[in-house]
């Protein structure tokens, strides 16, 4: 039992060094997109027409996007795997609470997710470059404002901390052992067992001598 412990909770420090590694890419590259995307001064104006430049801050919003993504599937597929296979094991009714508390953790990390990554694609394919009359949207020229790729910044840390709140919140199977019953002194039923077994004990092979 204590070597099932010890590799459950190497298993789990191991996804969350995995998780931890990813999302820190993420929020790295998020920032780094936040000072390198594309702005009104570099705007060229060719009557009414407009053009922007490809800006790096494309390539660092897609691999925020990637690394989080990544990050996301790890953590929550290994956390739902151990919250199913700890819920076949124990007492419903009493991890009931902990199991409705992993799940409500386990949907606000998919929002924070979400939310995320619209965020980075919306604001990296504003960086992707805009030629003459072929805009962002319906050609014109849109530049994303101070802050977008700092706001995905900020739910990609929250988005970790949910996902290795979830990981340690989620109990492994091995921890999860339904209860063992036991008799208390002075039971019909406990006194009537070890009355069964004795005679048992008393008469090998269950067989009574005539």
């Known amino acids: 039992m204590m070597e099932k412990g010890a590799r459950g909770l190497s298993c ?13 890419t993420a929020f790295s590259c998020s920032l780094a997109a936040e000072f390198h995307k594309v702005k009104e001064k570099d705007m060229k104006l060719d009557g009414s027409l407009c053009s922007l430049p490809r800006s790096s801050a494309f390539e660092l919003g897609v691999a925020a996007i990637a690394f989080l993504s990544v990050a996301q599937l790890v953590g929550t597929t290994a956390a739902a795997t151990t919250m199913c296979a700890s819920k076949s094991k124990s007492n419903k009714s009493a991890a009931a609470r902990d ?26 394919s504003m960086n992707h470059g805009q030629r003459y009359g072929r805009g962002w949207m319906d050609g014109d020229c849109y530049v994303a404002r101070n802050g977008v790729f700092g706001g995905a910044a900020a739910l990609v840390l929250v988005t970790a901390l949910l996902i290795l709140g979830l990981t340690f919140a989620t109990k492994p199977a091995a921890d999860a052992a339904p209860p063992t019953s036991s008799c208390t002194i002075g039971d019909p039923a406990c006194r009537a067992t070890t009355i069964h077994l004795d005679a048992d004990a008393e008469q090998p092979g269950g067989r009574c001598k005539q």
Not at 12 to 24: N, S
Not at 103 to 108: E, F, H, M, P, Q
């Open 12 to 24: 789990r420090a191991a996804i969350c060094g995995i998780v931890v590694l990813l999302c820190a």
């Open 99 to 124: 199991h409705v508390a992993s799940v409500a953790i386990l949907v606000l990390s998919w929002v924070c997710f979400a939310l995320a990554v619209i965020l980075l694609a919306t604001a990296a």
